[in-house]
Every structure is written in structure tokens, then in C-alpha cells.
């Protein structure tokens, strides 16, 4: 077996979603990273979102969750994904930020939104890591759908 | 066994909750009002994206049409007339420019609101890749006779992304120039130190008001400036510049007083892809992390 897995770094704000495997990799803080695995073409796509919600400021990109989330399920259909055989498996949202910003809690409020919305969809979670103090590292296989993590 | 209350106690009770009650009540409408807000918001600015095409129907076909009537006036002239033909191409770059620029903001903004768009860091001469930008403003600032300084402190050598810079630092300078008075000056000093790279554009133009100031990265946002209404342009290229200088991790902030110009600053990082360890081979591990990496 000499073929290539091929690597993407994924920068915040960023979405990705291809048929060739890959191996995504991406480094989180109170940002959260999704996921998606296609159990039946065994293809995945991953997001990477920085605040919950887009407020109708600047412009409407997956730095936000509300639209990475759904970028990300409308890509995979494109990919021809089925959305009932998607599975999720969702990291980040780690409380990173200095306690000053700690009213605000941007972490749990991406994490609680990804979850939120992944049962809306009805996307099963079948892997999580959410909140905690520290950042994360993870590399994401998208074909066999691993997700290997480590905190930072 | 009911509790023993005296009525002046009760009495307090019952105010003590009405006052909660208001309270909430308060807290409520509050909240309400501002998602209220922000879904006017949302609508508006969808509205506004669906519309778009037409709202900028004027800035496209107006350029392609001054184009084509110069192409045919130059195909017109005589031989002898250089001059002529020589201020006719002038006008057909202006056209063109302007084009071209709005057409790498449209594009931009679509790959970023797609998720497509990702840094590509590459070693930049930061010195040269200001100076191109101005260069390419040059006519422009001919046209209303502004003149341009600029200053470059620190090292030029700086890792970033340049095709996103130069549509950063385009932005700027198109609206610095777009809102300088005739004759004016622009400022653009650029800073690199510590491995990060300050760039502030500044005019002495008609400056933003405090409402203005506050709504300039919204999307599609145009700033009615009154006196100057025949300002061209299709409002996205702040909100492309605010969602370029977040992916690149860096802030933009603008000082501005209504009358006395504008100055944006944009500062980012030297841009840094983590290296990971992995095997480029599929038949090995596919990738090589130490024994704290928890598999999911």
C-alpha cells in the first residue's frame, strides 16, 4: 500500500469536507471542532468554529457555529452523504481564556451549541470532549473516521 | 405544620415577590428585545444578500459599458490624436481596476462565508508587496491629486499570507482614498516587530460618525456620506477585511472622528502552520503523536 494520505492543516473559521482521505488536523482552544463521519461512503468533513452564534455582523462564515454546523452537513450531502448515516464526533470548547473573559464562557457555549444542534439534525454523538482548562490538539482520519487527540 | 407569619411579614413576602416577579418581568423584555434586534438583523442582512446581484448590478455593468464605448472611441481615432487615445486607456485601467478589485472582494467574501478559504504562508517582502499596492492606486490618486506617504520600520522579510494582505491593505487604501478630500494625504506606516506586522492606513478625510463606526464591517454596509454620494462601491470590503484578519488571527481596529479622517490599523502574527508528525505512507501509522493521545 503506497498510497499517500494526504494532510490538511484546518485554520479557524475554516471547513472541510473532501472524498479523498484525509487527515485533518487542527488545534483547538474554547473553539470547537465537529466532526462528521459518513458511516455507509466512509468520508468525513470537520469544522472548526471560533463563537456560537452569527449575529448579522460582518460576514456569515463558519468562524461561527450556527452556520459552520449546517455548512458542514449541506457539504457532506453535496458529497452525497445521506444526513441519517452521519455520525459526529465533537472537541474543543475549552475554558482557555483568561478568567476575566470568564462571564462569557464562549467555550461551553460552543460546545452546548454543537450539541444542541447535532440533535436537531439528529446526528448521533458517538465521541465527545468538551470543556475542561486546556487547549487540544487532534488529528481527524477521514476515512477511518479516528479521531486522536492531545491536550496542550 | 403550616408556617406561623404574621401578616406584616406576609405582606413583605408578597411585595418581595412582586419585585422579583417585575424584575424577571424586566429581565425578560430586555432579552426579548434584543433577539428582536438581532433578528431584524439577520433579516435585513439576508435581504441584502439576496438582493445583492441587483444592488450591484450598477457597479458592473456601468464599468463594462464605459469600457466598451472607449474601446470603440479609441478604435475611432485618428492616427496622429496619441493623446487622446493615451486618456482613454487611462480611463478604460480605471474601469478595469476598479473591476477587478471588486470582483477579488465578491469572490473572497463567497469563499469565506463558504468555509473555503485557508492561509497559505510564504515568506513576503512586505516592503514590496505596500509598495505594489500603491502603485497600483497611483492613477487614482492622480485623479484627485492625493498624495501618498508611507513608512516601513523593522525587518521587510514576514510570513503571511500575501494575496490576503494585498486585498487588506487594498481595502484600505480604496477607502482611504474614496473619503480623502481632494489634494489630501494618506498615511500608511507599517510596523514589524516581534513577529508581528502593524499595518495603519490613515486619511484626513470625511472621517466616520459614532453611529457610522459601529456598523462599517457589517456586510454590504455602504456609508452614506452625503457629501460624497457618488461614492461607488458594494460595501463588503471591510467585513472581507474583518474575516481576513481573523483567520490570520490578528485585530483591526479604526480610530475615526467625523471631519477628520480616518485610520485603520490591521495587526497580525507571523503566520505559523503547526507541523505534525505524520507518515506520508498509509501503510504505517498514519500519524505519530506521543502516548498522551487519547484515540476516539
Redesign the interface.
Known amino acids: 500500500?503506497?498510497?499517500?494520505?494526504i494532510?490538511h492543516?484546518?485554520?479557524?473559521?475554516?471547513?472541510f469536507a473532501e472524498a479523498q482521505?484525509h487527515?485533518v488536523?487542527t488545534?483547538l482552544g474554547s473553539c470547537v471542532a465537529v466532526c462528521l463521519y459518513d458511516t455507509q461512503l466512509k468520508i468525513g468533513g470537520i469544522?472548526h468554529y471560533?463563537l456560537p452564534l452569527?449575529?448579522?455582523?460582518?460576514?456569515?462564515?463558519?468562524?461561527y457555529g450556527n452556520?459552520?454546523i449546517n455548512?458542514l452537513i449541506e457539504r457532506m450531502e453535496k458529497l452525497g452523504s445521506n444526513k441519517a448515516n452521519l455520525v459526529a464526533?465533537v472537541?474543543g470548547g475549552g475554558n482557555v481564556l483568561s478568567s476575566s473573559n470568564n462571564t462569557f464562557s464562549i467555550g461551553k457555549r460552543n460546545a452546548q451549541l454543537a450539541l444542541d444542534m447535532l440533535a436537531e439534525h439528529k446526528i448521533p454523538i458517538i465521541?465527545q470532549?468538551l470543556g475542561g482548562d486546556h487547549g487540544r490538539?487532534i488529528?481527524f482520519?477521514t476515512h477511518t473516521n479516528?479521531?486522536?487527540?492531545?491536550?496542550v | 405544620m403550616a408556617t406561623k407569619i404574621n401578616d406584616k411579614e406576609l405582606l413583605q413576602l408578597i411585595k418581595d415577590r412582586l419585585n422579583e416577579d417585575a424584575h424577571s418581568q424586566k429581565v425578560i423584555e430586555q432579552l426579548n428585545n434584543e433577539l428582536k434586534e438581532?433578528n431584524s438583523?439577520?433579516e435585513?442582512?439576508e435581504s441584502m444578500?439576496s438582493h445583492f446581484i441587483s444592488h450591484i448590478a450598477n457597479e458592473l455593468v456601468n464599468p463594462f459599458a464605459s469600457v466598451l464605448g472607449l474601446s470603440k472611441a479609441i478604435l475611432a481615432v485618428d492616427r496622429e490624436n496619441w493623446k487622446k487615445v493615451i486618456s482613454m486607456v487611462a480611463l478604460i485601467h480605471t474601469e478595469v481596476f476598479n473591476l477587478d478589485f471588486q470582483f477579488k472582494n465578491i469572490f473572497m467574501?463567497a469563499k469565506?462565508?463558504?468555509?473555503?478559504?485557508?492561509?497559505t504562508p510564504v515568506n513576503v517582502d512586505m516592503h514590496k508587496l505596500i509598495e505594489s499596492v500603491i502603485e497600483s492606486y497611483k492613477i487614482e490618486c492622480k485623479k484627485k491629486k492625493i498624495s501618498i506617504k508611507h513608512a516601513f520600520a523593522g525587518e521587510y522579510n514576514f510570513k503571511t499570507d500575501p494575496d490576503k494582505m494585498k486585498l487588506v491593505i487594498s481595502n484600505l487604501m480604496s477607502n482611504a482614498i474614496k473619503f480623502s478630500f481632494d489634494e489630501g494625504v494618506v498615511e500608511v506606516v507599517a510596523q514589524h516587530e516581534h513577529k508581528q506586522l502593524s499595518i495603519a492606513v490613515r486619511d484626513y478625510g470625511i472621517g466616520l460618525s459614532e453611529k457610522n463606526r459601529e456598523t462599517i464591517?457589517?456586510?454590504f454596509n455602504r456609508v452614506d456620506s452625503g457629501i460624497n454620494s457618488n461614492n461607488r462601491g458594494h460595501g463588503l470590503g471591510l467585513?472581507?477585511n474583518?474575516?481576513i484578519v481573523?483567520?490570520l488571527?490578528g485585530t483591526m481596529t479604526v480610530e475615526s472622528e467625523l471631519g477628520q479622517g480616518s485610520c485603520f490599523t490591521i495587526t497580525v502574527p507571523e503566520l505559523d502552520?503547526?507541523e505534525?508528525g505524520?507518515?506520508?505512507?498509509?501503510?504505517e501509522t498514519?500519524?505519530d503523536?506521543?502516548e498522551?493521545?487519547?484515540?476516539?
Do not use: C, H
Not at chain 1, 9 to 15: G, Q, S, V
Open positions: 500500500m503506497d498510497n499517500l494520505v494532510t492543516y484546518l485554520f479557524p473559521a475554516e471547513l482521505p487527515v488536523s488545534v469544522n471560533m452569527w449575529n448579522g455582523t460582518g460576514l456569515a462564515s463558519p468562524k452556520i459552520a455548512k464526533k472537541f465521541a470532549s490538539q488529528l482520519n479516528e479521531v486522536r487527540q492531545k491536550y | 438581532i438583523k439577520l435585513a442582512s444578500k467574501a469565506l462565508e463558504a468555509g473555503e478559504e485557508s492561509p464591517f457589517d456586510r467585513s472581507v474583518k474575516a481573523d483567520m488571527s502552520v503547526p505534525f505524520y507518515s506520508p505512507n498509509a501503510d498514519f500519524f503523536m506521543d498522551n493521545a487519547e484515540i476516539f
